[in-house]
């Protein structure tokens, strides 16, 4: 069974850092483009960032640019969401997805989903 785990979630305070990774398992997802989402209680799960299978091309939201960066390592079949200058508002949980398209920012164009990580900021 394909499994996507993230993992590096945690309570930080404002202004910190975090860096999440999601590493799946039963199989690679080196062809796959690869996002990240987000959820807050009581709200729609939120396109955070996507990045293409090679890595050449990136899309990042609009609320979160300039602090929050995707990357992945196709060697270690792993993508990353370094998220810097935390904000309160940035309390969610954070999901990593796989698609078979390249960037996708849309929930409905990915195939594979992690269970999520609990990332939360305190002001």
């Known amino acids: 069974q394909v499994q996507l785990a993230e993992s590096g979630g945690g309570l930080v305070q404002a202004g910190g850092s975090l860096r999440l990774s999601c590493a799946p398992s039963?199989?690679?997802?080196?062809?796959?483009?690869m996002g990240w989402f987000r959820q807050a209680p009581g709200k729609e799960r939120e396109f955070v960032a996507a990045?293409?299978?090679?890595?050449?091309?990136?899309a990042i939201a609009d609320s979160v640019k300039d602090r929050f960066t995707i990357s992945r390592d196709n060697a270690k079949n792993t993508v990353y969401l370094q998220m810097n200058s935390l904000k309160p508002e940035d309390t969610a949980v954070y999901y990593c997805?796989?698609?078979?398209?390249?960037?996708?920012?849309?929930?409905?164009?990915?195939?594979?989903w992690g269970q999520g990580t609990q990332v939360t900021v305190s002001s």
């Open positions: 990045i293409s299978w090679s890595g050449s091309n990136t």
């Open positions: 039963g199989r690679t997802f080196i062809n796959y483009g």
């Open positions: 997805a796989a698609t078979r398209t390249t960037v996708a920012v849309t929930t409905s164009l990915y195939n594979f």
